[in-house]
């Protein structure tokens, strides 16, 4: 057992002075479930002296009605919701500190059911290292092999392999270099290489802290020993300067600086230093923190940098060193953790977070799927959850980036779901790609003002959606008729004339449904350069894509229709009969019957065809657009 410095009873403050010198280390605890992570977890607390005296009585009591026969449950130290103590399991992430004389540590215990294997990419974000547990009755799982991938392709490289829970199987050496043999060979395939396995007891100490009589064939190190011991990395301050900035300090009139956590190399006043990625460049004259300026800091320090120029900065762009700037590009190629219940949908928008910037971005088609098993790539055209792909991301501007194996906080992301605001993915920048550094916007003499000028009235795209069968194309018929019988320049784009040429490769999965409206909007931004009013009439049945066509032109130029009609009345009227194919399972995926609709919550125009004909419907539409401006 680890004992207590005696400093923290003779001297407080040079025990503080010589903890506050310790270096840390972070690492997370995963494998398949019921290894003992949390057991593990709570040992090393206990150990460490750190499990308080009412904590401890309150531990003694709940361990009495737990899974451990009325020994200590030291799991019940870590597992702290109410679900985890009744099964026994972890679900979310749990992280603790703990210290010894040597280090201070930051242990994340992470789930180990497959469910739950976004949780552990959360824990394992920034960790230097992983304990990943294997029970020896068990030996290498899937979800060991899954989690050692994922250890592998989130940039860490030390690993610990715990051989748990030796003593049911009566501390058999065999089992153990057997285990050992299995997780090696594996991970050399992934290119894991740095690795001490270690046999072991959670629940009874062997080799935790001390050696344990159990093992005598065993001479390396106890894991204690080895988190101790083992070199903490370096490369963030090895690298170039890198800061995100997270925010424009202006307290006052005569001071303007630019805050943030610097994520790699160092700075001193004097260093030239690039903005990226507008590239505008100036000199640090002064680094400021709460206590005093600075005459060097260093990555993982907080600070605020004065530059010598009144440049243009902004939250999200990223000081970098002038001679080694990070890249800028918007389409990169990247791995992908799909962490959503609902799969992957390519060209979906979705928010990208990565540092302080969020941008709108789309995923391309899967290039290949991770069978974590196997290792081997399979094709796909989606990600479903848990699963691992590489994908091609388009983003709606540049952003500051390295790859995420030379910068984990410069090429690490999230994806987000922009509507329900939930974490949907994580992924790893690989590199930019060459097409997105050879393209660029070509300025136009005869812009959309110019074309907008000459026809007598503003561009406009009146969207609309609703069921198959609620009338989108009859009113939109007629809109057009009154529209250009006031002279209006307009064109019809309906969803079944589209997709007989522009979109006939398309068919209706969610995913195809998704690229389908995708590109009918991209079309009708093209048309609202050209100083077009664009009837689009589709059934467009995600909030997700017609938001994403509303974003693609500028406010006032988006006018969305919702043509509300019940699904029974929708169904009286289908001339083309394909409610009844739907209902007789001939046609798959056909919204209202196995494919869901989403109604809009803010439309322009909402018309109840129950209560409204036709001729009624047209003439909303038309008093909308002038309202908007669009007719003057």
Same mark, same amino acid.
Request: aromatic share 6%; with cysteine; glycine share 8%.
């Given at each position: 057992?680890?004992?207590?410095?005696?400093?923290?009873?003779?001297?407080?403050?040079?025990?503080?002075?010589?903890?506050?010198?310790?270096?840390?280390?972070?690492?997370?605890?995963?494998?398949?479930?019921?290894?003992?992570?949390?057991?593990?977890?709570?040992?090393?607390?206990?150990?460490?002296?750190?499990?308080?005296?009412?904590?401890?009585?309150?531990?003694?009591?709940?361990?009495?009605?737990?899974?451990?026969?009325?020994?200590?449950?030291?799991?019940?130290?870590?597992?702290?919701?109410?679900?985890?103590?009744?099964?026994?399991?972890?679900?979310d992430v749990a992280y603790r500190f703990f210290a010894t004389d040597k280090r201070k540590f930051i242990v994340a215990d992470t789930p180990g059911h497959e469910q739950y294997t976004r949780n552990m990419v959360t824990g394992a974000s920034t960790a230097e290292l992983a304990v990943i547990l294997i029970d020896a009755r068990k030996g290498v799982l899937t979800q060991t092999r899954r989690h050692s991938y994922l250890v592998s392709l989130l940039g860490i490289r030390k690993v610990v392999v715990a051989v748990n829970k030796l003593d049911l199987v009566g501390y058999s050496r065999e089992v153990f270099e057997r285990i050992e043999a299995d997780y090696r060979d594996f991970a050399a395939r992934i290119g894991l290489t740095?690795?001490?396995?270690?046999?072991?007891?959670?629940?009874?100490?062997?080799?935790?802290?001390?050696?344990?009589?159990?093992?005598?064939?065993?001479?390396?190190?106890?894991?204690?020993?080895?988190?101790?011991?083992?070199?903490?990395?370096?490369?963030?301050?090895?690298?170039?300067?890198?800061?995100?900035?997270?925010?424009?300090?202006?307290?006052?009139?005569?001071?303007?600086?630019?805050?943030?956590?610097?994520?790699?190399?160092?700075?001193?006043?004097?260093?030239?230093?690039?903005?990226?990625?507008?590239?505008?460049?100036?000199?640090?004259?002064?680094?400021?923190?709460?206590?005093?300026?600075?005459?060097?800091?260093?990555?993982?320090?907080?600070?605020?940098?004065?530059?010598?120029?009144?440049?243009?900065?902004?939250?999200?762009?990223?000081?970098?060193?002038?001679?080694?700037?990070?890249?800028?590009?918007?389409?990169?190629?990247?791995?992908?953790?799909?962490?959503?219940?609902?799969?992957?949908?390519?060209?979906?928008?979705?928010?990208?977070?990565?540092?302080?910037?969020?941008?709108?971005?789309?995923?391309?088609?899967?290039?290949?799927?991770?069978?974590?098993?196997?290792?081997?790539?399979?094709?796909?055209?989606?990600?479903?959850?848990?699963?691992?792909?590489?994908?091609?991301?388009?983003?709606?501007?540049?952003?500051?980036?390295?790859?995420?194996?030379?910068?984990?906080?410069? @090429?690490? =992301?999230?994806? *987000?779901?922009?509507? $329900?605001?939930?974490? #949907?993915?994580?992924?790893?920048?690989?590199?930019? /790609?060459?097409?997105?550094?050879?393209?660029?916007?070509?300025?136009?003499?005869?812009?959309?003002?110019?074309?907008?000028?000459?026809?007598?009235?503003?561009?406009?795209?009146?969207?609309?959606?609703?069921?198959?069968?609620?009338?989108?194309?009859?009113?939109?018929?007629?809109?057009?008729?009154?529209?250009?019988?006031?002279?209006?320049?307009?064109?019809?784009?309906?969803?079944?004339?589209?997709?007989?040429?522009?979109?006939?490769?398309?068919?209706?999965?969610?995913?195809?449904?998704?690229?389908?409206?995708?590109?009918?909007?991209?079309?009708?931004?093209?048309?609202?350069?050209?100083?077009?009013?664009?009837?689009?009439?589709?059934?467009?049945?995600?909030?997700?894509?017609?938001?994403?066509?509303?974003?693609?032109?500028?406010? @006032?130029? =988006?006018?969305? *229709?919702?043509?509300? $009609?019940?699904?029974? #009345?929708?169904?009286?009227?289908?001339?083309?009969? /394909?409610?009844?194919?739907?209902?007789?399972?001939?046609?798959?995926?056909?919204?209202?019957?196995?494919?869901?609709?989403?109604?809009?919550?803010?439309?322009?125009?909402?018309?109840?065809?129950?209560?409204?004909?036709?001729?009624?419907?047209?003439?909303?539409?038309?008093?909308?657009?002038?309202?908007?401006?669009?007719?003057?």
């Amino acid at each position: 057992m680890t004992a207590p410095s005696g400093l923290i009873a003779d001297d407080i403050e040079s025990y503080l002075d010589l903890h506050q010198r310790k270096t840390m280390l972070r690492f997370i605890t995963c494998g398949s479930v019921d290894d003992g992570k949390s057991t593990l977890i709570g040992r090393l607390l206990y150990e460490s002296h750190l499990v308080f005296e009412d904590h401890l009585a309150a531990l003694e009591a709940d361990s009495k009605k737990g899974t451990q026969g009325g020994e200590l449950d030291f799991a019940l130290l870590v597992d702290g919701l109410a679900a985890e103590r009744e099964q026994g399991i972890t679900i979310d992430v749990a992280y603790r500190f703990f210290a010894t004389d040597k280090r201070k540590f930051i242990v994340a215990d992470t789930p180990g059911h497959e469910q739950y294997t976004r949780n552990m990419v959360t824990g394992a974000s920034t960790a230097e290292l992983a304990v990943i547990l294997i029970d020896a009755r068990k030996g290498v799982l899937t979800q060991t092999r899954r989690h050692s991938y994922l250890v592998s392709l989130l940039g860490i490289r030390k690993v610990v392999v715990a051989v748990n829970k030796l003593d049911l199987v009566g501390y058999s050496r065999e089992v153990f270099e057997r285990i050992e043999a299995d997780y090696r060979d594996f991970a050399a395939r992934i290119g894991l290489t740095d690795i001490a396995c270690i046999p072991m007891s959670a629940l009874r100490g062997d080799n935790i802290t001390e050696p344990s009589q159990n093992t005598p064939w065993y001479h390396g190190p106890t894991l204690l020993g080895y988190l101790e011991t083992v070199p903490v990395g370096q490369r963030a301050h090895d690298g170039p300067f890198r800061m995100p900035v997270q925010w424009v300090n202006r307290p006052g009139h005569d001071f303007r600086g630019f805050s943030g956590v610097i994520v790699g190399g160092r700075v001193r006043p004097g260093d030239r230093v690039r903005v990226v990625p507008s590239g505008r460049q100036s000199t640090v004259t002064r680094i400021v923190t709460m206590d005093d300026d600075l005459d060097e800091a260093v990555a993982e320090q907080s600070v605020t940098l004065v530059l010598a120029d009144e440049i243009d900065i902004s939250r999200g762009d990223v000081l970098c060193a002038a001679e080694s700037p990070a890249g800028s590009a918007d389409q990169f190629e990247a791995h992908v953790v799909w962490m959503a219940e609902h799969e992957m949908l390519p060209g979906r928008p979705y928010l990208l977070k990565i540092g302080a910037r969020t941008v709108t971005a789309s995923l391309g088609r899967p290039k290949y799927r991770v069978d974590v098993n196997t290792l081997e790539h399979s094709a796909a055209t989606t990600l479903a959850l848990n699963e691992i792909g590489v994908c091609n991301l388009n983003l709606d501007r540049p952003i500051a980036f390295d790859p995420y194996a030379e910068n984990r906080d410069m @090429g690490g =992301f999230v994806l *987000v779901d922009r509507l $329900t605001n939930a974490t #949907v993915g994580a992924g790893m920048l690989h590199f930019a /790609l060459r097409r997105s550094q050879n393209i660029h916007w070509q300025q136009l003499e005869v812009d959309k003002a110019a074309h907008a000028e000459l026809k007598g009235h503003r561009p406009c795209v009146v969207w609309f959606t609703g069921l198959s069968g609620a009338g989108k194309s009859s009113i939109a018929n007629l809109v057009e008729k009154r529209l250009h019988a006031l002279g209006v320049h307009t064109t019809l784009l309906d969803g079944d004339n589209v997709r007989h040429g522009l979109n006939k490769d398309l068919g209706f999965t969610e995913a195809d449904r998704v690229e389908n409206i995708r590109r009918v909007a991209e079309v009708s931004h093209l048309m609202v350069c050209a100083g077009l009013v664009v009837l689009v009439s589709f059934i467009s049945p995600f909030r997700s894509e017609r938001r994403m066509a509303r974003d693609l032109v500028e406010d @006032g130029e =988006f006018c969305e *229709v919702f043509v509300d $009609t019940p699904l029974e #009345v929708a169904e009286q009227r289908d001339v083309k009969g /394909l409610y009844g194919k739907a209902r007789r399972g001939e046609l798959s995926n056909f919204t209202g019957i196995d494919s869901p609709y989403e109604p809009p919550e803010a439309p322009e125009v909402h018309i109840d065809t129950t209560a409204t004909d036709p001729e009624q419907a047209a003439q909303q539409v038309v008093d909308a657009l002038r309202r908007m401006g669009i007719l003057s």
